[in-house]
Each structure stands twice: as C-alpha cells, then as structure tokens.
C-alpha cells in the first residue's frame, strides 16, 4: 500500500484558504492536517475552532487534527463540530488519556495518540488498541519548516513492532520534515500516514510534490 499524505496547512496562505482547500481537494492528498496551537502547550499560536469551521466549509476530504494544546479534554466536542474526522492529542498533555480517547470516539470522531520526540512509543502498551492513530512527531511541535529528528526512524520501528505483538490496528503518522528524502524511509521503517507543510506549499508545483510523496514508496 501506498502512504496516505496529509498535506498540513500551517504552511498554507491564510489570506487565500479557500483556493489553498480548493488545490488540496484536487490533491493525491488523503486527509487535510490542521495544527492547532494555543501557546500553552507550544510556543506558537496557530488557528482555531472559525477558522477550522471555515475550512471544513470548502474541504472535500477528512480533516486531521492535531491538537498541541492543553488541556485537550474541554475542547473535543467544539472541535468535532468544527468538522473533525480526527482529533489527535498529545500524550504529554493527557493525565488521564484513556478517558480522552474515549470522548473524541463518542463524539465520533477516530482517535489519535501524538508523542513528542523524547516521549518512547513504550509508554503506549496500554492504549494501543483503543487507538486508531498515533503520530510520532519528527521536530518538536509549534513550527513548520523544522530539521527532521533522525532517531524518528527507529521510534517507527519500535511502534510498528508494539502494533503487531498487541494485535492493534492504529495508523502510524510521521510529522515534521517530511520530504522526498526522509518520506521513502519512514515508509520502510511502517509509517502509513506522512504529514507535510513546508514541502509542499514552498514548491513550486504542490499538486506533483504531494502525488510525488504518495508515489514514492510503499509498505
Ligand atoms: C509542527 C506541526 C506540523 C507542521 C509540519 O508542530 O505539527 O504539522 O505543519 O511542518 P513541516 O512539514 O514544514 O515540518
Ligand atoms: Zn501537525
């Protein structure tokens, strides 16, 4: 199978969404990203539950979002009205995780695990079957256009490995640096979903560069 490709629109141009939304409908992309970031939780503040709406308004595809916020438990219901097909949360964030995973499910949406790069897949043993996604963060989250981490590769390893012995069926998503480069490798090491900002929206061509991210590898 070939990844799926969530292009993230933190890297879009605000000021022209609707045609940004328009180009991604027409994209090899499976799932827009929406990064939602409130300052708290990381040193930069995004977008939130407007502008979300706004682009559900014109989005053809599931929007994937990645709450880096804290505190994610008050805000699940709103953000499922918004127009979220996922909502992922930040395990470090998330005291009483099983909780909020079981909340973003009944509210209908699937559920996502997000782990900061120190943050070792191990830690999931216990959830991993209830969850649908987790995403293995490949910069510290809060920027588009960060260096890729490389010890990235073997945490996808290590999740694809914990996935199997558990009989689980979560996806494995890889955030942050995602390029034409570092993309075929994640894939070998089990990645299924590969979030991209800067790479696609800085290119001069976004429609090839996200069919060319989803042509170059399989698992
Ligand atoms: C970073 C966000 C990412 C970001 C990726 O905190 O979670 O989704 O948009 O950007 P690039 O692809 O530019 O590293
Ligand atoms: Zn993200």
């Known amino acids: 199978m070939k990844p799926i490709i969530a292009p993230s629109i933190l890297a879009a141009d605000f000021a022209n969404l609707q045609s940004e939304i328009e180009l991604l ?13 409130d300052g708290r939780f990381v040193p930069n503040i995004s977008f939130g539950l407007p502008v979300l709406e706004a682009v559900h308004k014109h989005a053809r595809k599931p929007l994937d979002v990645h709450l ?106 890889v955030d942050g640096g995602v390029n034409t480069e570092t993309a075929p490798l994640l894939v070998e090491q089990g990645a299924n979903v590969l979030v991209a900002g800067s790479f696609v929206f800085q290119a001069a061509d976004p429609l090839q560069t996200i069919l060319h991210l989803h042509n170059l590898a399989s698992y």
């Open 25 to 37: 409908n027409q994209s090899a992309g499976e799932w827009i990203h929406c990064d939602i970031m």
């Open 68 to 173: 880096m916020i804290a505190e994610p438990h008050l805000y699940i219901e709103q953000f499922q009205k918004a127009g979220a097909t996922n909502i992922t949360v930040h395990y470090e964030v998330c005291p009483h995780l099983h909780r909020v995973i079981e909340q973003i499910k009944s509210a209908g949406c699937k559920a996502g695990v997000a782990l900061n790069p120190h943050t070792p897949v191990g830690l999931l043993e216990d959830i991993i079957t209830d969850l649908d996604l987790v995403l293995i963060m490949s910069v510290n989250p809060g920027f588009g256009g960060q260096k890729f981490i490389p010890h990235t590769y073997a945490k996808v390893a290590a999740l694809r490995e914990l996935i199997q012995a558990k009989k689980a069926h979560a996806l494995i998503q």
